[in-house]
């Protein structure tokens, strides 16, 4: 112990430095002046490497190094969630991050399959005192003994199961099974399908593999970055800590709802809606609505103009229209197209008209004279609003909310479902937004004219700068300004456009900052959580983020719960993969209690007969509970009471259970699950808790519907009328507990409560010991 406290002290000594080196590079870098371009780059650049080596660094130290392998062959490596190095000329290595290919071995090394060690030590901490040792001999052959070996080898694992939840998910580095760590660190091409049911740490394991990613692929994921995609956003705030505490700062976190820059999808649709929203075939009609804003006229639109009323007939429009479609481009990018034809067409109609011989001769109108004509007609401002008309210019939020508003090319019941006007943007609108700016495509042609036109001011000042210094060669270098030094000093290695182009403002911001405002931007990976309830319309928005199919995908069919899932991985990824993708499944259940789990897998059963849940690791010893009531909000402010150690409802606000102190206790979390009509009586009962779109999971006590309660665990669960549940959404809800389980109810239990996993009756005193 004495040993391994001595090195945890020299090792947070050499990361106070090396967080020190970086926290003093960065204020030197800030300090800079930066008067030139380049010594503006330079600071940036530098702030934002040595800020973001501070930043895992300050993550990396709680628990920083957790393991040790002895090799036989004389190796020892301390093993930790970040790397760190010695300050000797070699560099050699302090610790050995988790990622790395020795350190391997730390997951996967068994008694029959050593993998060349003689003993791997799990060295337990809190802050930076270490406080237990748990040695596993491997090699049969070594005698020595260090006085912390164990029968147990699971003990570590068994410890962080049984440790009390804080409302925020731990990474599991120090825990990682074999069977996780191949997933983990299986290759990066490709399709990866890691399906697992309730607790088998599916979610944590993804995030795991996009720490290894980003270690393994750091010179490519870190220009293109990962994204995260998650359920809802209190599922989001509950892994946020994860890969920061794993020195991963760069990676996008959203849900499907934020997938689409400058729209907050704050709505909600019904399941009926959502599940019309989510069909593949919506493409299609967004597609044929696109092309019903490609009008012709009718009747035939007649133009003022100065020379004379022009004619826009179908004729025109028509032939207009279909030279444009042939085009193959988006609709606003293939707008221009028709415009120019419309006012070919109406220059030729005009020159028609005044240019023509009397005698039937040749029109009278030269070249020059029709270009003018044309040059009138293009800036006429009725032309314009007669194209307009035709073939408008959309947004995609204009598209989306006209579709809405009137939803043609859909049957009756489906348009009736979806039918709305005005009001705010829903998630299943998202992928209907992302849909439409691609059939619409963004004209920014104006832009970069804008842009060009800049460029070339800039090249042309650059030159004149050039041509100002060589003549002026003889002038005291001391006498000139920073610029014109640099200049000088490089005249006969840069020309005037390399000039201009060092002097631009660059973008500094992250990879992953600039992803989140750019809808086109392609991800180098995305991990996709509860990949199951997506839709077919949700799927098209991501494969767009995604070119190379570079993809984790999790989740676990079996808990498919959204109307408009996919459901199936064939579902999900033939479209887009076929057959080239790889499944693997997680099988055993870390989290919930194995009388929990055969309440909930009963629960499953009744539905689907052949249904097997993964093996739980552990038991409790608490049988689950139901209470029967009249009084809903009242039992259930009892039963949470008595779990979080505070005052019932009977007893009233002044008392406390013995030994309590009448307020929750600090460690643990406790949720209540029930069906969102019943949240505001309960919230009322229970003016503790948080509640909401995303309620806030470190507080002792939670509200949460089960679509909410996604991918959560709690140490205890309470479910509330689970009659009113589907049987989807209440598994997920049974299966959020790591270790104590009970329902309140004021009707019949559903099937799978009843019979031989019925639940025992309400303790006394729920969870007094815990």
């Given at each position: 112990m004495r040993h391994e406290q001595e090195?945890?002290?020299?090792?947070?000594?050499?990361?106070?430095?090396?967080?020190?080196?970086?926290?003093?590079?960065?204020?030197?870098?800030?300090?800079?002046?930066g008067h030139t371009f380049q010594a503006r780059l330079e600071r940036d650049v530098l702030v934002a490497e040595q800020s973001g080596l501070l930043a895992a660094f300050e993550a990396g130290e709680n628990g920083l190094c957790f393991g040790r392998l002895v090799f036989r062959d004389g190796r020892d490596h301390h093993i930790g969630r970040i790397g760190v190095r010695r300050a000797d000329a070699e560099r050699t290595p302090l610790v050995v991050d988790w990622r790395a290919e020795v350190a391997r071995p730390f997951y996967l090394a068994t008694g029959y399959t050593p993998m060349g060690l003689r003993r791997r030590r799990h060295i337990s901490t809190e802050g930076r005192r270490v406080t237990a040792l748990h040695d596993e001999i491997l090699d049969l052959a070594d005698t020595e003994r260090t006085g912390h070996e164990g029968t147990d080898a699971d003990a570590v694992l068994l410890a962080s199961l049984d440790a009390a939840r804080t409302g925020r998910m731990h990474d599991i580095v120090q825990t990682i099974q074999a069977e996780q760590d191949r997933i983990i660190r299986a290759p990066h091409r490709g399709v990866l399908v890691v399906e697992g049911g309730p607790g088998t740490g599916k979610t944590v394991v993804a995030l795991h593999r996009a720490a290894f990613l980003l270690y393994a692929h750091r010179e490519l994921l870190a220009r293109r970055a990962v994204l995260v995609v998650g359920p809802n956003p209190a599922f989001l705030g509950y892994i946020?800590?994860?890969?920061?505490?794993?020195?991963?700062?760069?990676?996008?976190?959203?849900?499907?709802?934020?997938?689409?820059?400058?729209?907050?999808?704050?709505?909600t649709d019904t399941p009926e809606a959502a599940e019309v929203k989510g069909r593949a075939a919506m493409a299609d009609a967004l597609a044929r609505f696109v092309r019903d804003r490609q009008s012709l006229p009718d009747p035939a639109l007649v133009i003022d103009h100065e020379d004379g009323e022009l004619l826009l007939d179908a004729r025109i429009a028509a032939e207009a229209r279909r030279r444009a479609r042939e085009t193959g481009l988006p609709h606003n990018l293939a707008r221009p197209h028709f415009a120019f034809r419309v006012i070919d067409a109406l220059t030729a109609q005009l020159a028609d008209r005044i240019g023509a011989d009397p005698y039937g001769g040749e029109n009278l109108l030269g070249p020059d004279d029709i270009a003018q004509l044309g040059k009138a007609i293009a800036t006429s401002p009725r032309v314009h609003s007669a194209i307009e008309e035709l073939w408008p210019a959309l947004t995609p939020e204009r598209l989306v909310a006209d579709f809405l508003a009137e939803p043609v090319h859909l049957p009756e019941a489906d348009a009736a479902a979806i039918r709305r006007d005005g009001g705010p943007w829903t998630p299943a609108d998202v992928p209907l937004l992302d849909e439409a700016a691609e059939l619409l495509g963004e004209d920014d042609s104006a832009a970069r004219a804008a842009a060009e036109a800049e460029r070339q001011e800039r090249i042309a000042y650059a030159q004149g700068v050039l041509d100002l210094s060589y003549g002026s060669r003889t002038q005291e270098f001391e006498d000139r300004d920073d610029e014109e030094s640099e200049v000088l000093a490089a005249h006969d290695l840069v020309d005037a456009e390399r000039l201009a182009e060092r002097h631009e403002e660059a973008d500094h911001r992250s990879a992953a900052q600039r992803a989140a405002?750019?809808?086109t931007w392609a991800f180098g990976h995305i991990i996709v959580d509860e990949a199951q309830e997506l839709s077919a319309m949700a799927w098209r928005l991501l494969m767009r983020r995604c070119p190379t199919r570079s993809m984790t995908l999790v989740g676990d069919p079996a808990q498919t719960a959204e109307p408009g899932g996919c459901g199936s991985w064939e579902a999900i990824l033939t479209p887009y993969v076929g057959d080239r993708w790889e499944h693997v499944r997680l099988g055993v259940n870390y989290r919930t209690p194995a009388q929990i789990m055969e309440v909930a897998a009963a629960v499953l059963r009744s539905a689907h007969p052949s249904f097997e849940p993964p093996r739980s690791v552990r038991a409790t010893g608490e049988r689950p509970w139901a209470r029967r009531t009249d009084d809903l909000p009242g039992a259930v402010a009892d039963a949470v009471a008595r779990a979080v150690g505070g005052p019932s409802h009977e007893e009233g606000p002044g008392a406390a259970r013995e030994g309590g102190s009448g307020t929750a206790r600090e460690e643990g979390r406790l949720a209540v699950i029930a069906p969102r009509r019943h949240h505001a009586a309960l919230s009322a009962a229970l003016p503790g808790a948080s509640a909401g779109v995303s309620p806030d999971l470190t507080r002792p006590v939670v509200l949460l519907d089960p679509r909410q309660a996604k991918g959560l665990e709690f140490d205890t669960v309470i479910v509330v009328e689970p009659?009113?549940?589907?049987?989807?959404?209440?598994?997920?809800?049974?299966?959020?507990?790591?270790?104590?389980?009970?329902?309140?109810?004021?009707?019949?239990?559903?099937?799978?409560?009843?019979?031989?996993?019925?639940?025992?009756?309400?303790?006394?005193?729920?969870?007094?010991?815990?």
């Amino acid at each position: 112990m004495r040993h391994e406290q001595e090195f945890m002290d020299l090792l947070h000594e050499r990361l106070a430095e090396l967080r020190a080196g970086a926290a003093d590079a960065v204020r030197e870098a800030l300090a800079q002046d930066g008067h030139t371009f380049q010594a503006r780059l330079e600071r940036d650049v530098l702030v934002a490497e040595q800020s973001g080596l501070l930043a895992a660094f300050e993550a990396g130290e709680n628990g920083l190094c957790f393991g040790r392998l002895v090799f036989r062959d004389g190796r020892d490596h301390h093993i930790g969630r970040i790397g760190v190095r010695r300050a000797d000329a070699e560099r050699t290595p302090l610790v050995v991050d988790w990622r790395a290919e020795v350190a391997r071995p730390f997951y996967l090394a068994t008694g029959y399959t050593p993998m060349g060690l003689r003993r791997r030590r799990h060295i337990s901490t809190e802050g930076r005192r270490v406080t237990a040792l748990h040695d596993e001999i491997l090699d049969l052959a070594d005698t020595e003994r260090t006085g912390h070996e164990g029968t147990d080898a699971d003990a570590v694992l068994l410890a962080s199961l049984d440790a009390a939840r804080t409302g925020r998910m731990h990474d599991i580095v120090q825990t990682i099974q074999a069977e996780q760590d191949r997933i983990i660190r299986a290759p990066h091409r490709g399709v990866l399908v890691v399906e697992g049911g309730p607790g088998t740490g599916k979610t944590v394991v993804a995030l795991h593999r996009a720490a290894f990613l980003l270690y393994a692929h750091r010179e490519l994921l870190a220009r293109r970055a990962v994204l995260v995609v998650g359920p809802n956003p209190a599922f989001l705030g509950y892994i946020s800590e994860v890969l920061p505490s794993l020195g991963e700062t760069g990676v996008l976190l959203a849900t499907p709802g934020e997938l689409f820059p400058g729209v907050t999808a704050t709505g909600t649709d019904t399941p009926e809606a959502a599940e019309v929203k989510g069909r593949a075939a919506m493409a299609d009609a967004l597609a044929r609505f696109v092309r019903d804003r490609q009008s012709l006229p009718d009747p035939a639109l007649v133009i003022d103009h100065e020379d004379g009323e022009l004619l826009l007939d179908a004729r025109i429009a028509a032939e207009a229209r279909r030279r444009a479609r042939e085009t193959g481009l988006p609709h606003n990018l293939a707008r221009p197209h028709f415009a120019f034809r419309v006012i070919d067409a109406l220059t030729a109609q005009l020159a028609d008209r005044i240019g023509a011989d009397p005698y039937g001769g040749e029109n009278l109108l030269g070249p020059d004279d029709i270009a003018q004509l044309g040059k009138a007609i293009a800036t006429s401002p009725r032309v314009h609003s007669a194209i307009e008309e035709l073939w408008p210019a959309l947004t995609p939020e204009r598209l989306v909310a006209d579709f809405l508003a009137e939803p043609v090319h859909l049957p009756e019941a489906d348009a009736a479902a979806i039918r709305r006007d005005g009001g705010p943007w829903t998630p299943a609108d998202v992928p209907l937004l992302d849909e439409a700016a691609e059939l619409l495509g963004e004209d920014d042609s104006a832009a970069r004219a804008a842009a060009e036109a800049e460029r070339q001011e800039r090249i042309a000042y650059a030159q004149g700068v050039l041509d100002l210094s060589y003549g002026s060669r003889t002038q005291e270098f001391e006498d000139r300004d920073d610029e014109e030094s640099e200049v000088l000093a490089a005249h006969d290695l840069v020309d005037a456009e390399r000039l201009a182009e060092r002097h631009e403002e660059a973008d500094h911001r992250s990879a992953a900052q600039r992803a989140a405002a750019d809808r086109t931007w392609a991800f180098g990976h995305i991990i996709v959580d509860e990949a199951q309830e997506l839709s077919a319309m949700a799927w098209r928005l991501l494969m767009r983020r995604c070119p190379t199919r570079s993809m984790t995908l999790v989740g676990d069919p079996a808990q498919t719960a959204e109307p408009g899932g996919c459901g199936s991985w064939e579902a999900i990824l033939t479209p887009y993969v076929g057959d080239r993708w790889e499944h693997v499944r997680l099988g055993v259940n870390y989290r919930t209690p194995a009388q929990i789990m055969e309440v909930a897998a009963a629960v499953l059963r009744s539905a689907h007969p052949s249904f097997e849940p993964p093996r739980s690791v552990r038991a409790t010893g608490e049988r689950p509970w139901a209470r029967r009531t009249d009084d809903l909000p009242g039992a259930v402010a009892d039963a949470v009471a008595r779990a979080v150690g505070g005052p019932s409802h009977e007893e009233g606000p002044g008392a406390a259970r013995e030994g309590g102190s009448g307020t929750a206790r600090e460690e643990g979390r406790l949720a209540v699950i029930a069906p969102r009509r019943h949240h505001a009586a309960l919230s009322a009962a229970l003016p503790g808790a948080s509640a909401g779109v995303s309620p806030d999971l470190t507080r002792p006590v939670v509200l949460l519907d089960p679509r909410q309660a996604k991918g959560l665990e709690f140490d205890t669960v309470i479910v509330v009328e689970p009659a009113e549940f589907g049987v989807s959404d209440l598994y997920v809800a049974l299966t959020r507990a790591t270790q104590r389980l009970g329902v309140v109810h004021t009707g019949a239990l559903p099937p799978g409560l009843t019979g031989p996993t019925a639940l025992a009756a309400e303790p006394d005193a729920v969870g007094a010991a815990g």
